[in-house]
């Protein structure tokens, strides 16, 4: 479902309200050291955001996904919802105008973090780290949810910034995961890890992108119910799925 709205401020949204919380943390924590989470709603459906949001991208502009002959019926074992749920051409383009709408007025947000930090000068000193609990389908496959081990849902984004990060501005093709973080701060922080951890510290790629890395990533997903519960897994390396 989605829901362009004309009527309230940025401020007055979930996302704006976090925002406006966490600022109130920043400023009430920058003079000793803190480590804040801040969890955003958006683009997690429903899809909602501001009108100003929608308005960035006409709706005659948005082309509904195509895809070769046969990939929109992947093995039966795998989904039991129809291609494209079903769902019209024109929904499907509303549907991506608002998951499009919703990811700008969530940067938009991280914008005021951003801008937060400069003005209370604390961009300097703090490790930012940037990611999102996957990816989402839209219209891929025929298919319009996360919860699958194909690459548009198993992959997402994750940026690290700040004290520690000496490549900036700069990418890797490298395969981390999300169990990698806690060491990175660690190490990052000057603090000791715990042992027994499963993730591996990130700080050799934060200075060269492209330095040695011979580690795969895992990703499972849960099918069925009840007794007829099982698994699906996938392991990326650089070679591919």
């Given at each position: 479902s989605y829901l362009s709205d004309a009527k309230n401020r940025d401020e007055e949204h979930t996302d704006g309200k976090v925002a406006t919380e966490t600022i109130a943390l920043l400023e009430k924590n920058g003079d000793r050291s803190f480590f804040i989470g801040a969890g955003f709603y958006r683009p997690h459906c429903p899809f909602i955001a501001p009108q100003k949001y929608f308005d960035m991208y006409p709706l005659d502009r948005i082309e509904a996904p195509t895809a070769a002959p046969g990939s929109l019926q992947p093995?039966?074992?795998?989904?039991?919802?129809?291609?494209?749920?079903?769902?019209?051409?024109?929904?499907?383009?509303?549907?991506?105008?608002?998951?499009?709408?919703?990811?700008?007025?969530?940067?938009?947000?991280?914008?005021?973090?951003?801008?937060a930090?400069?003005?209370?000068?604390?961009?300097?000193?703090?490790?930012?780290?940037?990611?999102?609990?996957?990816?989402?389908?839209?219209g891929e496959r025929g298919q319009w949810m996360k919860q699958t081990l194909f690459e548009r849902s198993a992959r997402a984004?994750?940026?690290?910034?700040?004290?520690?990060?000496?490549?900036?501005?700069?990418?890797?093709?490298?395969?981390?995961?999300?169990?990698?973080?806690?060491?990175?701060?660690?190490?990052?922080?000057?603090?000791?890890?715990?042992a027994g951890l499963h993730g591996r510290s990130l700080k050799p790629?934060?200075?060269?992108?492209?330095?040695?890395?011979?580690?795969?990533?895992?990703?499972?997903?849960?099918?069925?119910?009840?007794d007829a519960t099982f698994m699906g897994y996938s392991v990326r390396t650089d070679r591919g799925g």
């Open positions: 093995p039966a074992a795998w989904f039991t919802i129809p291609p494209n749920w079903d769902v019209s051409q024109e929904g499907q383009r509303k549907t991506i105008q608002a998951y499009y709408a919703s990811i700008t007025f969530l940067d938009a947000n991280i914008g005021r973090l951003l801008d930090l400069d003005r209370l000068k604390l961009t300097d000193n703090t490790i930012i780290v940037f990611m999102s609990d996957h990816g989402y389908h839209l984004p994750m940026m690290i910034a700040g004290v520690g990060v000496t490549a900036k501005g700069r990418a890797t093709t490298r395969i981390v995961e999300f169990v990698d973080i806690y060491p990175t701060l660690a190490e990052l922080s000057g603090l000791p890890a715990p790629l934060l200075g060269n992108p492209q330095a040695a890395w011979d580690h795969p990533a895992l990703t499972q997903v849960r099918r069925g119910a009840g």
